[in-house]
């Protein structure tokens, strides 16, 4: 062990190929530089312990669905209730039995990078319905109907229906699988964590293709919501075709202009 070199050894830990034995065979190594990659080695590890926990105590609904015989479990969540322009936009996710994706946690407490990688990886290994209710039918419907609405097309659009729906704070109406409804839910359901990414990351992606038509809003950066840039655009330019003519201020904007 002694005659390995600083930079083999580096290897190896990042590729996880020591033997415990081994492991504790280079921890009597005297070399400052082995210690500190031992440190560094052991800090990382106990991430990963921590994160596995983490995902173990967010399988606690699925596995009590599980329990109780259900097969199919949906998690869903939604993006975009508070902007003041853009859709609504749900994500039902039903991941396999055998999924893990360490980290995997409410979409807003991710980084971008995060977020994007995760989605790609849900995308190919989970089926997945996404929902949109666009901005005209929150006008009509209101947020909160026009939320549900949005849940219940992420719904309709996955592969099979699922038997048993894990939401996110909010409960459907007329849905023939039982459900059940989680406060804070993505920081406490895998499968709501999972939906959370999927509809924040497909709205994200939305509102960058609205803002390349329409970029004095600042929509690829503020998402629609009323940051200082999007407010000033509003009171120069007044409201775009996206904006949420039932919302404070564009409501008092457009009730301006008609009078």
Known sequence: MRDSTIKDIKYK????????????????DKRKGVHKLLKQYDVLQQRERELKEQYERMLSYEKEA?????????????????PLAGPVVAAAVVLPSTFYLEGLYDSKQLSLK??????????????????IVTNDEIDKWNIYQ????????????????PDHLLIDAMRLENV??????????????????????MAKVTRDLMMKEISEHYPTYGFASNQGYGTHVHLQALKTYGPTPYHRKSFAPVKELVQKVTQ
């Open 146 to 161: 026009a939320t549900k609405l949005a849940m219940k097309r992420a719904v309709e659009q996955l592969p099979q229906t």
């Open 13 to 28: 830990l990042d590729t996880d190929q020591f033997s415990e034995s081994e492991l504790e065979l280079l921890r009597e």
């Open 66 to 82: 599980k329990a109780s015989g259900k097969t199919l479990i949906a998690g869903i969540d939604e993006a975009g209730r508070g």
């Open 114 to 131: 995060k977020r994007e990688q995760f989605f790609e990886v849900i995308k190919q290994e989970a089926d997945y319905g996404i929902g």
């Open 176 to 197: 023939s699988s039982t459900q059940e409804s989680i406060v804070k839910g993505d920081q406490r359901s895998v499968s709501i964590a999972a939906a959370s990414i």
